[in-house]
T-cell receptor, first 115, second 110 residues
Framework: DSGVTQTPKHLITATGQRVTLRCSPR?????VYWYQQSLDQGLQFLIQ???????AKGNILERFSAQQFPDLHSELNLSSLELGDSALYFC??????????????FGPGTRLTVL | LAKTTQPISMDSYEGQEVNITCSHN???????ITWYQQFPSQGPRFIIQ???TKVTNEVASLFIPADRKSSTLSLPRVSLSDTAVYYC???????????FGKGTKLSVKP
């Protein structure tokens, strides 16, 4: 158990819909990262937040957005869903973002299926 | 951005030593090299991290040459449970786009 929690574990929805994925980082971790992993694909970095502020952006579509709240939990919002958005979405947290790279602790993931 | 290149797959047998090499030609001065392990439908798990020379922990060793343009993860005496995907990540001073790549799928056979 990494200490990172993600809800829901599974999500099935239809094209065109909007969903919200939730992540609670490990106690004390200020950085939250979101990743997408499609079938047989590597991890695609989406976005990073540090203490409530966006820190880095990766291959995140304009239909996707995220935020980190004062209690440090984070939500990833996916809208106008397409079949190709079906994937595992992982959240990770680390202690801090500045200076040296800090080990990321990954959650169990949310499996999104778009029908 | 420091992009990494790894073999797509590797096969081994139980009890053997496995070495997985990662190329990262444009690694930055402040970047660290980190390896993660991922089992199917699970989140990746940290294995080892290094900056230069050699690092060893209870599960693996990491060898980094002086030019730091590559690194080798060494798994001693692998078992069936080491069957997983192994990712090499280069990040640190230029923390921005974190590129994991597709990783190396290691299959350990009896």
């Amino acid at each position: 158990d990494s200490g990172v929690t993600q809800t829901p574990k599974h999500l099935i929805t239809a094209t065109g819909q909007r969903v919200t994925l939730r992540c609670s980082p490990r106690s004390g971790d200020l950085s939250v990262y979101w990743y997408q992993q499609s079938l047989d694909q590597g991890l695609q970095f989406l976005i990073q937040y540090y203490n409530g502020e966006e820190r880095a952006k990766g291959n995140i579509l304009e239909r996707f957005s995220a935020q980190q709240f004062p209690d440090l939990h984070s939500e990833l919002n996916l809208s106008s869903l397409e079949l190709g958005d079906s994937a595992l979405y992982f959240c990770a947290s680390s202690v801090r973002t500045l200076g040296t790279y800090n080990e990321q602790f990954f959650g169990p993931g949310t499996r999104l299926t778009v029908l | 951005l420091a992009k990494t290149t790894q073999p797509i797959s590797m096969d081994s047998y139980e009890g053997q030593e496995v070495n997985i090499t990662c190329s990262h030609n444009n690694i930055a001065t402040n970047d660290y090299i980190t390896w993660y392990q991922q089992f199917p439908s699970q989140g990746p798990r940290f294995i080892i991290q290094g900056y230069k020379t050699k690092v060893t922990n209870e599960v693996a060793s990491l060898f980094i040459p002086a030019d730091r343009k590559s690194s080798t993860l060494s798994l001693p005496r692998v078992s069936l449970s080491d069957t997983a995907v192994y990712y090499c990540l280069v990040a640190g001073g230029s923390q921005g786009n974190l590129i994991f790549g597709k990783g190396t799928k290691l299959s350990v056979k009896p």
